[in-house]
Each structure stands twice: as C-alpha cells, then as structure tokens.
C-alpha cells in the first residue's frame, strides 16, 4: 500500500512543516457531535505545556461523512485567555487526511506513525475522537514522561463506573498483567502517549495488512512496547466518559477482536511471556483524586438468561476443549437463582486459560472459538455485578486486584499445556 507520505495533500503540509517535536493524532470515523471538544483540549495542551514547540495535530480519518474533518479544520481557540494563555505561543499545525488501506482504527494508527516518523517528532500522542472527558491536562501527561522523562510509551490510567469496561477488567488487563509481568492496568485505553523511536519501531513491523490494521491496535501497541523492552509508565488522567454500553449487550464481535488480538499476539511472544513470573508496578504520574462518574445500566436478568442460553446451546462445542469438571460448573450455575448466581475466579482464569490452549492448539475455527466464549463472559460479568453491588471504587480495585492474583498462579497452566 502506498504510503500517506507520498499523497500530494499531506506532503504539501509535510514540506512547509519540516519537521516538529511533539504529534498529536486523532483517528476519526463520524466524530461530528464530539471531536471539536477533543480537538480544542489538544490544540490548548499543546500551547499551554509546550508553548515553545513545534507541534502537530494529525486528524486520521476513515471516510466521515458527517463533516467530522471540516470540524476539525475550523476548530480553533478563540479566546486564549480562556484557557490562561498569556505568553507567546508556537502555532499548532494541522494536518487531516483520510487514511488509506484496510478499514479500521490500526490503519488510522499507521498513517499517524508515518507521518510523525517523517516529522521526525521526539514526543507523540493519540487520543480518542468520542472523549468528552479529555483536558488540556492530558496532553501534559501522555507527552512529558516522554519528552522529558526518557520513557517510551505512556499508558493511560483513569477512573472508570465499575461496570463500564469490563472486557479489559475481566480479561485483558489480568490475562496481559500476567503473561508479561507488568502492571498497565489500562493495556487497551486507546489514549496513549509514546516517542518518535517507538512509532517508527510500530511502523517497522509487518502487520498492517493483518487484523491489526482492522482492531486490535490498542492491546497490539501495548503488548509491543512491554514484549520488546520499551520503557513503561502510567499517567492518571481522571474520568474516563465516552460512551460506556450495557456489558449485555451484544458483545460478541468486541470479544472476539480484542481477545483474538491478544491470543495472536501471545503466539508471537511466547518466548517472552513464558519467562515471566509473577509481576510488577509501573512508574505512575498525575496527581490522584476522586472523580465523579456517570452511571452505566445493567440488566442482570438478562445477563444471566444469556449465560443460561449459553450453557444449553454451547455445551457440545465447549466438550472439545473444557475438562469434565469446569463443563459440570457451568451446567449447575446455569440452574441457580440470580441471588445465589456466583462464577468464581477460580473458574474464570481456568476457562480463559482453556480458551488460550484451544485457540494455540487450532481446535476450531477461532472466530467460533472466540464468539462462544460470549456467554461465559456475560455470566462472568453478572457474577461480578451482584458482587460488587455495593462496593466502593477501592473496593472493587481490591476485587480486580485479587482476580489478577488468581491469573498469575495460575499461569503455570499455560506453560505445561501450551
């Protein structure tokens, strides 16, 4: 595919730009109603934290047809002193292109590395073009470990409603934490910062016409820099609001993108992660406080009527790859009542821990594999729901905290099975 590099719009902008030291970019798709508010937040951060560099904003976009790009161009910060904005400052730049290529947020991705490689940025960060959260604040704090503390790539650390980002609390960021023994407890954010050296190094890789370029990015970018021995840390950022959904509702293409991504990526290391034990905090910046959160719906009937349906359709494709013991749980939680509903986690990391063997081992096809792992996880979901009910946001952290425990002891299993 051709490089973005060679369009005639973007070198244009490229030749009068030169070269820069920070990137922000902003991948887009139908962002109207939000990516003016996000655009503003950057171009602020940018000139009240860097107010003497050069900086680029990098729009990329997936064929929007609601104006989000023309937003994105005329967005600009009328009144600096709003923003307390004194001093001289560098313009920002602005470049907005559509991407080329596969559809999909990696292929967005791409096109920002390559033009910050071009640039020759030291600095560079991407945020989500749906944030309704994001501050100036957060430019500062993806961007400066990077500029000025020598680390490679920042991940995000927010406070989250306990039931909105489930996948990531259930599954990505206990299963990450424990294949590869570092502690990013958003792996999958999707707002991160990180150096010009590591995007031509994510650059550098063969992936951009696989399912990376489609999804995937996210955990791909992180499990990258950590895999390879990047410099890590977290920056707290505050509230994450976007737009949280109902954790049942139709779930089964999120789960199979973002939990394939991650068991693809364990085959291409798992030479790394079979030499880790145990695991270990990041470096942490920001300064915490607690934050006011939206609430999300959850429908727990629901929920578990889904587990059940799962329970009595998947049982025979489940045979093929969970022991006798795990099926024999399942078939007796499916009969209990929504107060007595519990899926340990005990039983949670076995199952992903078999799903992880059977998708190794190509038992079957990976997409049915992945899709029927649905059901399980909704139940996980309900289980979790009705226990955490009343807890506190420490509270439920020490939950999380312990079932991130229960993966790393039980990760002897993967390697005497993979």
């Not at 209990?336 to 063997?357: G, Q, R, T």
Request: hydrophobic content about 40%; aromatic content about 12%; proline content about 4%.
């Amino acid at each position: 595919m051709e490089s973005v590099i060679f369009r005639k719009e973007v070198s244009e902008e490229i030749e009068k730009i030169k070269s820069a030291d920070l990137l922000v970019g902003i991948p887009s798709y139908n962002n109207a109603r939000t990516i003016g508010h996000v655009v503003k937040a950057v171009q602020a951060g940018l000139m009240k934290y860097f107010p003497d560099r050069k900086a680029v904003l990098v729009n990329s976009d997936g064929g929007s047809t609601d104006g989000t790009m023309d937003i994105v161009k005329n967005t600009k910060i009328e009144d600096l002193q709003s923003v307390l904005l004194h001093h001289r400052v560098e313009p920002v730049f602005k470049i907005t292109t559509p991407y080329h290529g596969i559809p999909g947020k990696g292929s967005a991705f791409r096109t920002i590395f390559e033009i910050a490689s071009t640039l020759e940025v030291k600095a560079c960060a991407v945020v989500d073009s749906d944030l309704r959260s994001i501050t100036p604040e957060w430019i500062e704090l993806l961007i400066k470990p990077v500029f000025e503390g020598n680390f490679d790539y920042v991940a995000p650390l927010y406070y989250r409603h306990k039931y909105d980002g489930t996948i990531t609390n259930s599954i990505i960021y206990p299963l990450t934490r424990a294949l590869y023994g570092k502690r990013v407890r958003q792996p999958i954010g999707g707002d991160f910062g990180f150096s010009g050296e590591l995007a031509r190094f994510y650059l550098s890789k063969e992936v951009w016409e696989t399912d990376v370029a489609k999804y995937g990015i996210d955990i791909w970018m992180t499990t990258t820099a950590i895999a390879n021995n990047f410099r890590i840390c977290q920056s707290f950022l505050g509230a994450k609001i976007h737009d949280p959904k109902d954790p049942s509702a139709d779930l089964s293409s999120m789960l199979f993108q973002v939990v394939g991504a991650t068991l693809d990526l364990m085959e291409t290391y798992s030479e790394v992660w079979k030499q880790v034990v145990g695991s270990e905090p990041l470096p942490t910046f920001g300064f915490r406080y607690d934050v006011g959160l939206e609430p999300v719906s959850v429908n727990l009937e629901r929920m578990i009527e889904k587990f059940r349906l799962g329970v009595r359709e998947l049982t025979d494709l489940w045979k093929k790859f969970l022991p006798t013991e795990i099926l024999d749980f399942l078939n007796k939680a499916a009969t209990l009542s929504e107060k007595d509903f519990c899926l340990s986690d005990e039983i949670w990391v076995d199952i992903i821990y078999n799903f992880a063997i059977a998708f190794h081992k190509k038992i079957m096809n990976k997409e049915h594999l992945l899709k029927s792992l649905t059901p399980l996880y909704i139940g996980k979901i309900a289980s979790f729901v009705i226990e955490a009910w009343d807890s506190t946001a420490t509270e439920v952290e020490e939950k999380i905290e312990k079932l991130c425990l229960t993966f790393e002891k039980k990760k002897s299993f993967q390697l005497t099975n993979w």
